[in-house]
């Protein structure tokens, strides 16, 4: 009897490990079937809410549209830089309005616009070099730079839109992400990790995708604002040559005429 009451005790206390066990491996089993098989950025796309997906793809085609313009702006800057420093060359150079004119004549770069301005109020003027023949020219070459600076600067605002609104734009992805959670939590009557996992996954990666827009974007508009205003001061250094050639063409027309009113004088 005693070694059968000894037997029915050791059953009956695993029966009753079972009972604790078993609800733990059920609860286990139904966590792995919550949790999702995909955690992969693109699973966690996949399976976002729409909401959160527009963001996402918004945020995607803004950091496509960084790169382009970063890609589009810098072969047009060098290619205008190259071709600033050129003429540039040209105008310090011992030589004449005429002779940068002809030079000039088929270009279509910024320096070249600056001196067929000039050119044409010369012209305009018919040769007589004043003091109102200088100013007008100032005129046209400030109208003329500020037109070319505004022609490369063309496109760079998307980028500082992109660097201030694209964190925000993920921030509002990560609100709504945790906004589905607490309701999936709601309407499951549970606080288990499985209901809530996915939708902060899901709010965490568009506020990545967010700064991933975003930085590149503020760096990208840093590097090329700095090659502008180097630019513009090419343009500015143009200018001043064409004014010192003007300057020293009427220069070199009164000292003559200064002898022949001289002799006429006589």
């Not at 078993?22 to 139904?30: K, Q, Y």
């Not at 063309?154 to 309701?183: D, K």
């Amino acid at each position: 009897m005693t070694t059968r009451f000894r037997y029915l005790r050791k059953a009956g206390a695993l029966v009753a490990l079972c009972a604790v066990a078993l609800p733990a491996v059920s609860f286990a089993a139904t966590d792995t079937a919550l949790l999702p098989r995909n955690l992969s950025p693109w699973g966690m796309f996949v399976n976002a809410d729409i909401v959160v997906k527009a963001v996402m793809i918004g945020l995607a085609l803004a950091s496509l549209m960084t790169w382009t313009v970063w890609l589009a702006k810098t072969i047009e800057l060098r290619r205008a830089i190259n071709a600033a420093k050129c003429r540039l060359g040209l105008l310090e150079s011992d030589t004449t309005l005429a002779d940068v004119e002809r030079d000039c004549m088929d270009g279509s770069d910024a320096v070249a616009q600056i001196v067929q301005s000039a050119a044409r109020e010369a012209m305009l003027s018919d040769g007589v070099v004043d003091d109102g023949f200088k100013e007008r020219i100032a005129l046209r070459l400030e109208r003329v730079e500020a037109a070319m600076s505004r022609r490369i600067a063309r496109g760079t605002g998307v980028l500082a839109t992109i660097g201030a609104t694209a964190p925000f734009v993920g921030l509002f992805g990560t609100v709504w992400g945790i906004m589905n959670s607490f309701i999936g939590i709601s309407e499951a009557h549970t606080t288990n990790l499985a209901v809530v996992a996915p939708g902060i996954a899901e709010a965490l990666l568009a506020t990545a995708l967010g700064l991933i827009a975003a930085i590149p974007a503020v760096v990208i508009y840093n590097y090329l604002a700095r090659s502008i205003a180097a630019y513009r001061a090419l343009l500015g250094d143009a200018s001043a040559q064409v004014l010192l050639l003007i300057s020293r063409q009427g220069s070199l027309e009164n000292g003559r005429r200064a002898p022949r009113a001289a002799r006429a004088a006589e």
